[in-house]
């Protein structure tokens, strides 16, 4: 069984920045893609960022390009989501993935219980 923890989310101001943490436990980390996903109540899920097992293809929405950074440690076993000029349409559940490199929430297998970010204006 898999399990990953979210956690580093919080309230900052717009134009602050928060790094997000997901640890997993349980299988070889090194193994799944991770993805970054969020949520705000009413709407569906909508993809955030995708790494690949080694670090080395990323992929982004177009509304955090160029502001998010999506990173791993393997022998750390945690995906990071680093959040930067962090604005108010960014407040939302970040919910960590593990599963296959895609945008699309039925490639992942495996789910965080999400970390709350409210961006204040």
């Known amino acids: 069984q898999v399990q990953l923890v979210d956690s580093g989310g919080g309230l900052v101001q717009a134009g602050g920045s928060l790094r997000l943490s997901c640890a997993v436990v349980?299988?070889?980390?090194?193994?799944?893609?991770m993805g970054w996903f969020r949520q705000v109540p009413g709407k569906e899920r909508e993809f955030v960022a995708a790494?690949?097992?080694?670090?080395?293809?990323?992929a982004y929405s177009d509304s955090v390009k160029g502001r998010f950074i999506i990173s791993r440690d393997n022998a750390k076993n945690t995906v990071y989501l680093q959040m930067n000029n962090l604005k108010p349409v960014d407040t939302a559940a970040y919910h960590c993935?593990?599963?296959?490199?895609?945008?699309?929430?039925?490639?992942?297998?495996?789910w965080g219980q999400g970390t709350q970010v409210t961006v204040s204006s």
């Open positions: 349980g299988r070889i980390f090194s193994r799944y893609d």
């Open positions: 790494i690949t097992w080694n670090g080395g293809s990323t």
């Open positions: 993935a593990a599963g296959r490199f895609g945008r699309s929430s039925r490639e992942y297998d495996y």
